[in-house]
């Protein structure tokens, strides 16, 4: 079997200019938009509404609230990052690392607040005593929109804080 | 202290002069390595070369002195306040070398200058006119990581003002032999990849671009395959065993990393054998060494830059992020411009003359297996791509990367089958049919066996795009078949042909055929281990998961009826009237699970407070376990709560249990139940492939070993007295570790079984907790009476060791603690008990010397018999063929001899 150099480089290039072009188009359906929750609010909700969103930030200190509900757990909690803020709201258990000023990740929709407020009321009312800190809840407290999420992330338990690098600061008496 | 009040540690300074030595020496070693080969001066080549194993010497140390400091609980250093404490065990405080950034890229460095050690050792008079080139290449790399260290990332920096009490620790989601050994595993994948990048820069480099290099890296790439292996299955047995959501795999940025070089190593695995038997691929497989590790550079990007977003990513530094990019181009400008100046010389030899042929399978192989790093790649760089083209940060989820890496991985399956059936050029019809017939008729046999027992494997999936749609659990299990009779035949035939050729018993000509032949048996036995782990994948799209809270826990029937059982009816279709939903039922076993919430248990020690749900398992109203999911608080971490999975482990399924709530008050659980059918052969696939990687590794001098030398009736008789007092040393050996169970005390209150909490059984074992640290020391080192396990009095949670608790506590009263107190301690129990009390026997000879019988005696044993056996499958030597048997043979000329014969006869 001979091929010529310039037929092995057009095949080449039309497998991957083709499959990569497939790729991108397939990809168009399964896109979920990651946002910053402070980004998030700067851009604005409209170009997010009835798509898929991931929103990452840091839970609010004495904002989670739960509650059992028909037998499911249904949890609702402020997201924020530089000082702008997001609720959330979620149905079934959570990460470990789930806690006060943990790092979050919440996947699901844009929702009016205002649908989701019966949940909060529910929340709050089926609450342990020393969970209802901070009830009632108001839906749109923070914003018009609440995520409706369907699964949490948490930071993963690393200790590899890369942030601030380690300056040579030995004494060498 | 230093005389104005700032922290010294003379760890941390002996430290950073060792990196500083080594740095500077790493330096001359790339000047010394370049400029020998290029000017052809032995003398500073052999410098280049002693100035490596120097290196080594000095990263060793470097790396010892913060050993030292973790055990010592030197927290004047800050990267052992940030990662240990003095409350983990030593264990935890070793490994926590490699638990943080600084400390994990001295690791690196330690692993290259080990491997490098061996590697340049080995090879360097071989490759006299290269191995200069191959030390600076593996010297840039150590400079650079050296760099981070010394100017950025200091593993020995210390505080400048009063360092802490005690350190930070390790979270207790980390704490786990699981996530211990993971890093190391891949930290050791990633840095094997080296060296045939290494040996490939230094053959551009030379001009020396025959196969000599590849048989040196080929060895590497095969250690870099199988850690990195490891290291992936680790990290899914982690996540799968400590998180509590029920999967092991997430097609996570950092999963991801360490899964694309693990494609291209494994493609050059492959091709260097085309390399080998046709001369073909040569810039190809220059590529594909120089790929694989800039993959690894980039994966370790890609994961502490911050330019993947990820709650599982690693940290966000972008003066690192910068370090590393530089690097990166470094790396791809000086490669590819030497295989550019070097094209002339590369060009091949021989063309590919049939498509069914075993070169074109591997080529395949290798394009798909390019195209999975490739797109698992660029999915994972999706949101960075994006955000740089439009501004808008977009991802794209696990079902994404199923629907590509699927059909891949099922043509990769496929060509694991059909590639060893092939023969090398051209295979011709008749040797088509001969080699394809009996696997193909066993996956057609499959497929229609799945049809009648189990038609939900022709359930439609969409793979590529949603509009296509073919039943690919179906087409997995028959391309298990096909790949399992392909092996069989494979091994079924080279048994009978060495049978016929040797004349020994069948179970001796595969030993004697795996010894010989290990390269390509131990393949065989790779390729199995994979399509093992894909019948175990294939059970992911049968798995089922509810959420359920009980608001009590309470007695129910026999068969697991009762107010507290859970479980789901049958969803029945309302237009069929068919059931909808095997809910709890396994798809494959066919089992009916109920499960009861039987008690919840409330206990606490020292570091956690558990909650901990009994819950009974029945399958088909009978009962076939009771496990104990738990919830941990450590009291110590924040309120860090960890999920304690219980899982009850069955060939067809596991059934996995998470408590994800739970009221003590009120008694109400939550909890959540997965059905996830077929993973266990995940897990035992791996097995399979890292024992095929293993026989793949056996060096050739065991081989020697065991080859048979001519001996005398006296030297026969000597072996079989040796295998006599073998077999008695190990019966000795391990009779004398055997302890006899005492009988349990009637009023023990003990744990009951399987719940895991170590000490926290409340009651007892609450009483009499040590105050010291060296009444801890004590109780550690005293075995409770009871015969529970041989638990230590600390850790036993009885009456017995309850009441010896205090009596240790009032034995330091007396004496007034510290060494003399500890020293009277153990003087009076082992007045009362014998030395059987102590945990650690006085004198290591008694309880070392039966360990020692056991394993010397296991590997002489296995010396012989494997003597023995290789003995009676070599042929007699007759006049013909001594001359023929006098002459070593290599494997890729047996493997080749012996296609070209099976040409001829067919």
């Known amino acids: 079997m001979k091929n010529g150099t310039l037929a092995k480089v057009g095949l080449t290039a039309a497998v991957v200019i083709g499959g990569g072009g497939f790729l991108i188009l397939s990809s168009k359906s399964h896109a979920q938009h990651y946002e910053m929750v ?49 609720r959330v709201y979620v149905t079934g258990p959570v990460p470990d690392t789930f806690k006060d000023a943990s790092e979050v990740v919440a996947s699901g929709r844009l929702v009016d607040a205002g649908k989701l407020q019966p949940v909060a009321d529910q929340i709050c009312s089926n609450a342990k005593p020393e969970d209802k800190v901070g009830c009632p809840v108001r839906s749109d407290a923070e914003q018009g929109q609440v995520v409706e999420a369907t699964e949490l992330m948490a930071k993963c338990p690393s200790k590899y804080e890369g942030a601030t690098s380690n300056k040579v600061d030995t004494n060498f008496k | 202290m230093n005389d104005q009040g700032v922290p010294f540690s003379p760890i941390a300074v002996v430290g950073t002069v060792s990196l500083l030595a080594a740095y500077a020496l790493a330096a001359w070693c790339v000047a010394a390595g370049i400029a020998g080969n290029a000017r052809k001066n032995r003398r500073l080549v052999s410098s280049s070369v002693y100035g490596l194993y120097g290196f080594g010497a000095l990263i060793g140390l470097a790396s010892a002195l913060i050993i030292y400091a973790f055990v010592t609980h030197d927290f004047s250093i800050k990267y052992v306040a940030m990662t240990s404490k003095t409350s983990m065990s030593t264990w935890y405080k070793v490994t926590a070398f490699w638990g943080g950034l600084d400390g994990s890229l001295l690791f690196w460095s330690l692993v290259l200058a080990i491997f490098s050690t061996i590697a340049i050792a080995v090879n360097h008079r071989r490759h006299r006119d ?57 930290y050791t994948g990633f840095v094997a990849a080296t060296i045939p990048f290494a040996f490939g820069i230094g053959a551009l480099a030379s001009g020396r671009l025959d196969d000599m290099w590849l048989g040196s890296v080929r060895v590497w790439m095969l250690i870099c395959f199988g850690f990195l292996s490891l290291g992936l299955i680790l990290g899914g047995r982690w996540a799968y065993e400590e998180l509590g959501w029920g999967g092991y795999w997430a097609w996570d940025p950092v999963e991801n990393a360490g899964f694309m070089p693990w494609f291209t190593a494994t493609a050059f695995l492959h ?24 993959l690894t550079i980039f994966g370790t990007f890609m994961t502490r830059s911050g330019a993947v977003q990820s709650v599982h990513a690693f940290g966000e530094d972008n003066e690192l992020a910068l370090d590393f990019i530089v690097f990166m181009a470094v790396i791809l400008v000086v490669a590819i411009g030497l295989i550019v100046y070097r094209s002339n010389k590369l060009s091949k030899k021989t063309e590919f003359e049939s498509f069914i042929s075993r070169e074109f399978a591997f080529l395949l192989n290798n394009w798909i297996l390019l195209a999975c790093a490739f797109f698992v790649l660029f999915a994972t760089m999706f949101p960075t791509i994006s955000e ?72 439609l999936s969409s793979i590529f795009a949603e509009q296509v749609e073919l039943p690919i659990s179906l087409i997995n299990f028959g391309l298990i078949a096909f790949v399992f009779g392909s092996i069989a035949q494979e091994f079924w035939r080279g048994m009978m042909v060495r049978t016929r050729q040797t004349g020994s018993d069948p179970i001796t000509s595969l030993l004697g055929l795996m010894l010989i032949k290990r390269r390509k048996y131990g393949g065989y036995l790779v390729h199995l281990g994979v399509a093992i782990m894909f019948f175990g994948f294939a059970g992911k799209a049968y798995d089922q998961m509810i959420d359920r809270t009980v608001d009590k826990p309470g007695i129910v029937t026999a068969d697991g009826k009762g107010a507290s059982s859970f479980s789901l009816p049958f969803e029945k279709d309302p237009d069929t009237g068919k059931i909808k939903t095997h809910n709890f039922v396994g798809p494959f076993s066919k089992s009916t699970y109920t499960f009861t919430y039987e008690r919840l248990i409330h206990t606490s020690d020292d570091h956690k407070d558990a909650i901990t749900a009994q819950i009974g398992v029945y399958d088909g109203g009978e009962r076939i376990a009771t496990r104990y999911p738990a919830r941990w608080d450590y009291h110590s971490e924040e309120g860090q709560q960890t999920t304690e999975v219980a899982i009850r482990v069955r060939v067809a399924e596991d059934v996995y249990l998470v408590l994800t709530g739970a009221n003590l008050d009120t008694q109400q659980a939550n909890f959540r139940v997965f059905i996830n059918p077929l993973i266990l052969w995940v897990w035992l696939g791996f097995l399979m492939l890292a024992l095929g990687t293993l026989v793949c590794l056996i060096p050739q001098f065991v081989v020697d070993l065991v080859s048979p030398r001519p001996r005398t009736p006296l030297g026969r008789a000597a072996d079989v007295v040796v295998t006599i007092l073998i077999a008695c040393g190990l019966v000795f050996g391990f009779a004398s570790q055997a302890h006899a169970a005492a009988p349990k005390p009637a009023t023990g209150e003990h744990v009951p079984e399987g719940m895991g909490m170590g000490n926290a059984g409340g009651g007892y074992a609450a009483q009499n907790r040590p105050t010291t640290p060296v009444a801890e020391k004590a109780m550690k080192e005293l075995i409770c009476p009871c015969g529970c396990a041989r638990q230590d009095i600390f850790h036993c949670d009885c009456e017995s060791a309850a009441r010896l608790r205090g009596k240790v506590l009032a034995i330091l009263d007396q004496s007034g603690g510290g060494d003399e107190g500890y020293k009277a301690v153990i003087d009076a129990f082992v007045a009362d008990y014998g030395e059987k009390v102590l945990a650690t026997p006085k004198s290591s000879f008694p309880w070392l010397l039966p360990t020692f019988a056991a394993v010397i005696g296991l590997g002489a044993l296995v010396f012989f018999a494997g003597r023995h056996w290789v003995k009676r499958g070599v042929a007699k030597p007759t006049p013909e063929n001594a001359a023929a048997a006098a002459q070593p043979v290599e494997d890729r000329y047996v493997d080749k001899l012996d296609d070209e014969l099976a040409d001829i006869n067919e």
Request: proline share 5%; glycine share 6%.
């Open chain 2, 388 to 459: 740089a083209l439009d501004g808008s940060r977009v991802s794209v989820g696990p079902e994404f990367f199923n629907k590509w890496m699927t059909p891949f991985g099922l043509t990769l399956l496929f060509l694991a089958g059909a590639a060893p059936l092939l023969a090398w050029r051209k295979t011709t019809v008749e040797r088509l049919w001969n080699q394809f017939a009996f696997p193909t008729c066993l996956m057609a046999g499959t497929v229609v066996l799945l049809l009648i027992f189990f038609p939900q494997t022709k359930e």
């Open chain 2, 130 to 186: 290269m191995i200069g080139f191959v030390v600076a290449t593996i010297m840039v790399v150590q400079v650079f990581f050296l760099s981070l260290l010394i100017f950025n990332k200091n593993p020995f920096a210390t505080y400048l003002t009063m360092p802490p009490a005690d350190g930070r620790g390790l979270n207790p989601l980390l704490q786990n032999y699981w996530m211990v050994i993971h890093p190391p595993s891949l």
């Open chain 2, 271 to 294: 091709s260097a054998l085309i390399q080998e038997q046709r001369g073909m691929m040569k810039t190809w497989n220059l590529c594909l060494v120089t790929i694989t590790f800039f």
């Open chain 1, 38 to 86: 402070d980004k998030l609010i700067a851009k604005g909700f409209d170009g997010f509404k009835e798509k898929q969103l991931k929103v990452h930030g840091f839970v609010e200190a004495g904002s989670i609230h739960t509650a059992t509900v028909n037998q499911e757990t249904r949890r609702t909690f402020v997201l924020q990052m530089n000082g702008k803020k997001i």
